[in-house]
């Protein structure tokens, strides 16, 4: 049982009280239905968080392909105007495999650093400062051509995966936040929308008729501050995360005035309430680290869920999907120099499905979508596998395992590709949220890397049957969800926790719910005192 003055100071503010007695008894009697649509402030700041989040990501990880001839040509040419001998081959490949996976090492340090500074900062505090990092990188990459110093480039790379790490981490903890509950779903889908349109643009200005040419390629890799500058100027006209103002740092009129900007004068009370509830049902506990999470057993298996969620994600085959989208279309005829351009509708497919996910995320539920992903992803997997290896016994098989590639990156767009990130932040209250997250983002971006060292030796040793291997993973995770994630369309975190209790805590479940609705019943009866 909570104590009576924890209660009593939690609601002394001279904002709280006259709140709580306007809105409760409205709120008991489901006095009014919350508006189908989000509002123009929620889109403009999902867009506003997005530009320079997660599509940050999606366009470094993209544009970096287009100029791999042009850099090595800089590596050789640095190389003996500096040292006055030819660069070694087996050298220049190891630089270049600097230049690419030190992205990989960035983001995970930004996935470490991400919670904290969300905590530090808040969340949109810690995006904008993320900005700063993003320029600094695309200053450094932009002068290691003209300066002839590739360890520019290098430590731009870091930087820019620092900058994506944090914005991986940061961006759905905001969106989620602020995100009503019935649309919680939908607008946290921002999330996926601006990285696969990050990817797209990049696959874009690429082009060698763009920015992919020899002469622009410093200004191809530079042009990531455009993303960072427009967040800059467009973030600051839209509020902190209410959540945080509440629950982390007590700021009870900010948190007011935050959601009257992003629901309405009339629609905020709801979230308030709800709100309130969790920052009760908190008790003053204070943001989590990491390594308390895996002690916890109250979020046990939501810690489990998310742990293999995020690694099934990456070792889904996407990443084989897009190794062999080449050689599939040089086998359906399509001519070598026509192929980027054919490559441009995998990312158009990526964009679409991710606006599909989020159109229907909020009708269909969750679970539904995630678990079709996968199962349709294990059916792809099966079918190419056959395709690719009867590939020249029938002239039709060439075009199904092109429509096989299609269909995998659209079955990973509308399940995990998008729904990972948003039960990442459903799953976790306030006060373990941020923790969840380093946690996730670590582990991605380890599996990321893993992923990178393995995939061309599980590719030379497999061949075509390594999506076999890729099948079983998709259906095991496919199955694991079936059985272990409830469904969280319109649910509080409160409610969601709730659900994982029956699994943390067993027979013991309910005299954990016992203490909640005890904790609630308190709660109602100082409201009632307070009318």
């Known amino acids: ?104 090492l960035g983001g995970l340090c930004g996935a470490l650093i991400g919670g904290s500074m969300a905590i530090r900062l808040g969340r949109k505090g810690a995006l904008l400062m993320n900005n700063i990092i993003a320029i600094l990188a695309s200053i450094l990459m932009g002068i290691s051509f003209p300066t002839g110093l590739f360890e520019l480039l290098i430590a731009g790379r870091f930087l820019i995966g620092i900058n994506s790490g944090v914005g991986l981490c940061v961006q759905p903890l905001y969106i989620g936040e602020f995100a009503p509950k019935h649309l919680r779903g939908g607008l946290a889908m921002g999330t996926s929308i601006f990285l696969t349109g990050g990817i797209l643009t990049g696959q874009i ?80 506990e204070k943001p989590r680290k990491p390594w308390q999470l895996f002690t916890d057993p109250a979020v046990r298996w939501q810690l489990i869920t998310v742990i293999v969620m995020t690694m099934g994600q990456q070792l889904s085959g996407i990443n084989a999907i897009y190794f062999y989208a080449t050689y599939v279309f040089e086998q359906a005829g399509i001519v070598a120099e026509k192929i980027p351009y054919v490559t441009l509708g995998t990312g158009v497919c990526e964009c679409l499905t991710a606006l599909s996910c989020g159109l229907l995320i909020d009708y269909v539920g969750r679970r539904c979508l995630i678990i ?88 030379n040793g497999l061949k075509q049957y390594c999506f076999v291997v890729f099948l079983l993973e998709c259906f095991f995770v496919a199955a694991f969800i079936f059985l272990i994630i409830p469904e969280t369309k319109n649910k509080s975190f409160l409610e969601i926790k709730k659900e994982f209790n029956k699994l943390n805590f067993g027979r013991n479940a309910r005299k954990k719910e016992t203490e909640l609705y005890e904790r609630r019943q308190l709660q109602d009866e100082f409201l009632k005192v307070s009318a």
């Open 205 to 284: 200005i690429g082009l060698r008729e763009l920015l992919g040419g020899e002469k622009h390629w410093p200004l191809l890799l530079s042009s990531s501050c455009i993303p960072a500058v427009a967040q800059l100027l467009f973030l600051p006209w839209f509020p902190e995360s209410p959540r945080y103002l509440l629950i982390d740092r007590g700021d009870e009129l900010s948190c007011a005035k935050a959601l009257k900007r992003f629901h309405g004068s009339s629609e905020y009370r709801r979230e308030m309430e709800d709100i309130q509830r969790e920052c009760f049902a908190l008790d003053g």
């Open 372 to 459: 079709g992903g996968y199962l349709l992803m294990t059916l792809w997997c099966t079918v190419l596998t056959f395709s690719l290896t009867y590939q020249e016994l029938y002239s039709w098989v060439p075009y199904m395992s092109m429509m096989c590639v299609f269909a995998f990156i659209l079955s990973f767009g509308l399940g995990p590709g998008g729904i990972t990130n948003t039960l990442t932040a459903e799953l976790f209250v306030q006060s373990s949220r941020p923790a969840a997250y380093m946690i996730a983002g670590t582990v991605s971006w380890i599996s990321f890397f893993t992923v990178g060292m393995l995939f061309p030796f599980i590719v």
């Open 1 to 104: 049982m909570v104590p009576r003055h924890t209660f009593i100071k939690f609601c002394k503010g001279n904002l709280i009280q006259p709140m709580l007695r306007m809105e409760h008894q409205p709120l008991l009697r489901g006095s009014s239905s919350p508006c189908k649509l989000p509002s123009w402030t929620l889109f403009l700041a999902v867009c506003a968080v997005g530009i320079g989040g997660t599509f940050q990501y999606g366009y470094n990880v993209s544009i970096i392909n287009a100029p791999t001839q042009h850099i090595h040509k800089f590596l050789n040419e640095t190389w003996s105007s500096r040292y006055h001998k030819e660069l070694n081959p087996d050298l220049l490949t190891f630089l270049w495999s600097v230049i690419a996976s030190i992205f990989s």
